[in-house]
């Protein structure tokens, strides 16, 4: 039977700024709540528990603000993170689909129990329902992703509880997604990128209504990822065949690639590829097939050309300026 477990959690970090916080363990978690639906998403359990918090030994002044609690009471009422890990991850049970506002909530989860050298109890791959990506793409066509306190406000729910405290906030996520078209929402599940797959055989392929998503594995560097075939074939998700590319991969910003490709029989298709950092430095591939008409064909096209003219106008700017460098230095000789 499916479970969806709906938790939000209050995290502090380091009163004294980011250069002396703990690499590893930029937020320390100081409060978990939750609450359990059934396929009905009814409420049917709740779990709500204060952190003993043992990194940073006060508050950060806007943490203090947001959440409305002390150090004193989280150090009379919590409980050190492993206990209160492990109560949560029974309560969970074995079934259990998360729901999060926004995508930070399992990946921070995650670095503390990896901080107290915890065994990691989630599945690989890792899927979950990001609410707020849910709710922009149902209520706002995927424009805008928005705080959970405005999207209630939208939706006229109630607002008995104070926002930012974790089980209030975990209620309110189970609200907005009661209000969703859930038959047309659950298919867009997101996979939560802290355990990476290691190797060929972990990597990852989502299908959703009309494109696919691949996670790759981890590489040294993104030249690697990007010269990597699997990375780069482009396959049609309905037919399962390897395309031919009208357009080759080209960057088309900082960390993204894009290309054209055909399928005789069901038509053009867009590749992106973004390159994202894993969390011990090296790089993965995330890419997304998504098939498109002659104008989106005809805009990849135009992205790919003004991306030639800016690369151009780039180097000959450089070219310009290595030769007044080079002048420059003759005249000081
Ligand atoms: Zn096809």
């Not at 009814?42 to 609690?69: D, G, W």
């Not at 209160?84 to 991850?89: D, G, I, L, R, S």
């Not at 406000?153 to 008995?160: A, N, Q, T, Y």
């Not at 859930?182 to 298919?187: L, M």
């Amino acid at each position: 039977m499916k479970e969806f477990v709906v938790f939000d959690l209050e995290w502090n970090q380091n009163p004294y700024g980011r250069e002396t916080a703990v690499e590893s363990l930029p937020f320390e978690i100081i409060e978990i709540g939750a609450v359990k639906l059934n396929e009905k998403l009814e409420i049917i359990s709740s779990f709500c528990r204060l952190v003993r918090p043992q990194v940073y030994p006060e508050l950060h002044f806007k943490i203090a603000e947001v959440t409305h609690m002390t150090m004193e009471e989280l150090r009379k009422k919590g409980k050190p993170f492993p206990e209160v890990m492990k109560e949560f991850e029974e309560w969970c049970g074995k079934c259990a689909v998360y729901c999060t506002w926004g995508p930070m909530d399992l990946t921070e989860l995650q670095r503390n129990v990896a901080y107290f050298g915890l065994e990691n109890p989630f599945p690989k791959p890792l899927l979950y329902y990001d609410v707020q990506k849910l709710y922009s793409l149902f209520r706002e066509e995927g424009k805008e992703k928005k705080a959970l306190d405005t999207a209630v406000k939208e939706l006229g729910l109630k607002e008995d509880r104070p926002f930012h405290q974790a089980f209030d906030d975990a209620c309110y996520t189970a609200m907005v997604m009661e209000r969703l078209d859930w038959e047309k929402a659950e298919p867009y599940i997101s996979m939560d990128y802290y355990q990476l797959p290691e190797n060929r055989k972990e990597e990852v392929l989502l299908r959703f209504p009309g494109y696919t998503k691949y996670v790759s594995r981890a590489f040294e560097t993104r030249e690697d990822a990007i010269a990597d075939k699997k990375v780069t074939d482009m396959v049609c998700s309905q037919c399962k065949r390897t395309m031919r590319k009208k357009i080759r991969w080209f960057p088309a910003s900082q960390r993204a690639y894009l290309c054209l490709a055909f399928c005789k029989e069901h038509g053009f298709y867009k590749g992106k590829i973004r390159i994202k950092k894993a969390e011990d430095g090296r790089v993965f591939a995330v890419k997304t097939i998504k098939p498109v008409d002659e104008a989106g064909a005809a805009e990849i096209s135009r992205r790919k050309e003004e991306n030639r003219i800016k690369r151009n106008e780039r180097n000959r700017q450089k070219r310009q300026e290595k030769r007044r460098h080079q002048k420059e230095a003759k005249q000081s000789e």
